[in-house]
C-alpha cells in the first residue's frame, strides 16, 4: 500500500529569475504589495492538484483521467510577493472510493517563508469518454504515523462540516439576524436615502469555449473557468471598494456540470454583503450548449475581497442594501459566511 507522503508534488513558480513570467503575474506595473494576479494562481492550483492526483491514479489504471469536483475554501494568510519564487506542497490526504482529496501548501521560500495559502481539493478519478465515462475504484492509502491520520481524519470532518454549514446556510434568520435585514430595508425607506443597493452592483460577461481552453478530452479546464470567474469578481468588487480590492478569501466551489467546447457561458458576479473592510461577491457560472437545447449551472462560488491602501492597511467600504427577498437571502448567506472566517481563520 501507499503511503501520504509518497504522492508528495511539487511545483515552482520562477518569478525570481524569469522576468517575462513575472511580468504576465503582475495586476499593475507598479512596486506594490501584494502586486499578483491571484485568477493565475487558481488555475495553477488546480493543474497541481490534477498532476498530483493523476500519478497516483495511473498507477492503477493508466488510462484514467482525473476531474475536479470541488475546491474547499482558501483563506489567504499573507499577500505575495511577485518579485519572489512561488512553491506548491501537495499530497493526497485521503482517498475515497473513486476520490481524492489534495491538499496544497502556497507558501514563498526564504528568511522570513512566507506562507501564502493553504487549500484542498476534491478530484474524482474516471475511465472513459464523454457520455461513457465511468468512475473507477481506488486502492485506499496506509496512514501510519499521527500526522497522516490526522490529515485524512481532517479531509472526512470537512465534509461533514461543509454539509453542516451548508444546512445552515438555509436555516431561517434568528432574531438578530432578523434585526439586521429589518434595519438596512427600513434605511431605504428614509428620505434622502443615497446607499449603495445591492441590485446595482453587478458585473457579468459572455464567452464561448474553445479548443485552447480544454485540458482533458472534450471538457473544458475548470481552473480557467474559475480564473474567469475570480477576474468578474474581482472587478465587480470595486464597485464598492473605494480604494484597492485584493483577495482574503474563495469559499468552497463546486464543479456541478462540466463545459465542452462551443458551449456559451455566462459569467455573473454581484456585491452580496460588505462588512468592515471586506466585500463579499457571490459567482455564478451558467453554461448554454451550442444547440442551446441544455442549460446549467456550471459553478458557483462566494470570493471574500478586502479593501487595502497601497501598503495593505484595511480601508472601510461602505454599507450595501439588499431590497429583495432573494437578495436578502444572499446578504444572509454571505454574512454567516463572513462570520465563520473571522471566527476560525485569521485572514488578510
Known amino acids: 500500500m501507499t503511503r501520504p507522503k509518497e504522492t508528495s508534488y511539487y511545483q515552482t ?5 524569469d522576468l517575462a513570467l513575472r511580468r504576465r503575474y503582475m495586476v499593475v506595473d507598479e512596486p506594490i504589495p501584494g502586486n499578483l494576479r491571484f485568477g493565475l494562481l487558481l488555475e495553477i492550483l488546480d493543474l497541481v492538484a490534477e498532476k498530483t492526483a493523476l500519478n497516483y491514479v495511473n498507477r492503477f489504471y493508466p488510462d484514467a483521467r482525473v476531474v475536479t469536483a470541488a475546491i474547499d475554501n ?3 494568510r499573507h499577500a505575495a510577493d ?30 522570513p517563508t512566507n506562507h501564502i495559502a493553504s487549500c484542498y481539493f476534491t478530484m474524482v478519478a474516471r475511465s472513459g469518454m464523454g457520455e461513457g465515462a465511468v468512475s473507477v475504484t481506488l486502492p485506499p492509502l496506509e496512514y501510519l504515523d499521527e500526522t497522516e491520520q490526522a490529515r485524512a481524519k481532517k479531509a472526512l470532518s470537512g465534509r461533514d462540516e461543509y454539509r453542516q454549514q451548508q444546512a445552515l446556510l438555509t436555516e431561517p434568520p434568528s432574531r438578530e439576524e432578523y434585526e439586521m435585514l429589518a434595519a438596512l430595508h427600513k434605511a431605504q425607506e428614509e428620505p434622502g436615502f443615497s446607499g449603495l443597493l445591492a441590485g446595482r452592483l453587478v458585473a457579468d460577461a459572455w464567452e464561448r469555449m474553445y479548443p485552447e481552453q480544454e485540458n482533458v478530452p472534450q471538457k473544458i479546464f475548470g481552473g480557467y473557468l474559475i480564473r474567469r470567474a475570480y477576474e468578474l469578481s474581482a472587478i465587480c468588487s470595486e464597485l464598492v471598494a473605494p480604494d484597492r480590492s485584493i483577495v482574503a478569501a474563495v469559499n ?5 456540470h462540466p463545459v465542452r467546447m462551443g458551449d456559451k457561458l455566462h459569467f455573473t458576479s454581484r456585491v452580496v454583503y460588505t462588512s ?6 457571490e459567482a455564478s457560472i451558467e453554461r448554454l450548449s451550442l444547440d442551446r437545447t441544455s442549460k446549467a449551472l456550471s459553478n458557483s462560488c462566494l470570493f471574500t475581497f478586502v479593501n487595502v491602501d497601497r501598503e495593505l492597511v484595511h480601508q472601510p467600504v461602505p454599507a450595501i442594501y439588499p431590497a429583495t427577498y432573494v437578495e436578502d437571502a444572499s446578504y444572509l448567506a454571505a454574512h454567516r459566511s463572513y462570520q465563520s472566517i473571522v471566527r476560525h481563520h485569521a485572514i488578510i
Open 252 to 256: 468552497r466551489i463546486n464543479f456541478f
Open 13 to 17: 513558480l520562477p518569478l525570481s529569475t
Open 74 to 76: 482558501i483563506f489567504v
Open 276 to 281: 468592515g473592510s471586506f466585500v463579499c461577491v
Open 82 to 111: 511577485v518579485t519572489r519564487d512561488i512553491v506548491f506542497h501537495a499530497r493526497i490526504n485521503h482517498v475515497g472510493r473513486s476520490s481524492l482529496e489534495i491538499g496544497i501548501r502556497v507558501e514563498q521560500p526564504g528568511d
